[in-house]
């Protein structure tokens, strides 16, 4: 959702929970759900696990009903559902609209983009380090921001923005988009 700035701090989000119960980068649950990657090139390097979606199609005039995924264990949901609250106060009245955890590997990009359609432009995108390195670079407009973990970030996504992982470690963020009341 556009916004007057293009990055904004909420506050802290405690991810001891979520950290502990954060599969490894070997896990195959990292590529259960690829419909992320397959869509949009620029997240051809990224791996996700998807919490909750609401499916959008082109076209779409609102907001689609957000679904529940069946295949993340339970504690690794409830984990993210904990975070996803914490950033939830930030926006009285608001509702998750979509919940997942994107890993970016050592090494590796996202190119400069912009996120399109309502799902993108109608909710706003709040970003949540839970792994992250003093080397991954977050730019928005040509600036460059470093992410801290355990912090919430509300990003205008509707903004030109990419990560460049130059770090030898991976990347992982809880990204929660929230529907305005």
């Known amino acids: 959702m556009r916004t007057d700035e293009p990055i904004r701090l909420l506050g802290d989000c405690p991810i001891d929970a979520l950290a502990a119960v954060m599969p490894d980068a070997g896990d195959s649950i990292w590529d259960a759900q690829s419909d992320r990657q397959q869509r949009f090139e620029v997240h051809a390097q990224t791996r996700s696990i998807v919490v909750l979606i609401g499916r959008s199609t082109p076209g779409m005039t609102s907001l689609p009903v957000p679904e529940r995924s069946d295949y993340v264990p339970v504690p690794l949901a409830d984990a993210a559902w904990a975070c996803a609250e914490q950033v939830l106060r930030h926006f009285p009245g608001g509702r998750i609209q979509r919940l997942l955890l994107a ?33 991954v670079i977050f730019m928005i407009d040509g600036h460059n921001y470093q992410l801290e973990a355990g912090r919430i970030y509300h990003i205008d996504n ?24």
Do not use: K
């Not at 590796?108 to 080397?135: K, N, Q, W, Y």
């Open 103 to 135: 890993e970016l590997p050592p090494l590796s990009r996202i190119g400069p983009h912009r996120d399109g359609g309502i799902a993108m432009s109608e909710t706003f995108r709040c970003h949540v380090p839970v792994l992250t390195h003093p080397d």
């Open 158 to 181: 509707m903004r030109r923005h990419g990560v460049d992982n130059r770090s030898p470690t991976r990347r992982v963020h809880l990204i929660c988009n929230i529907a305005p009341q």
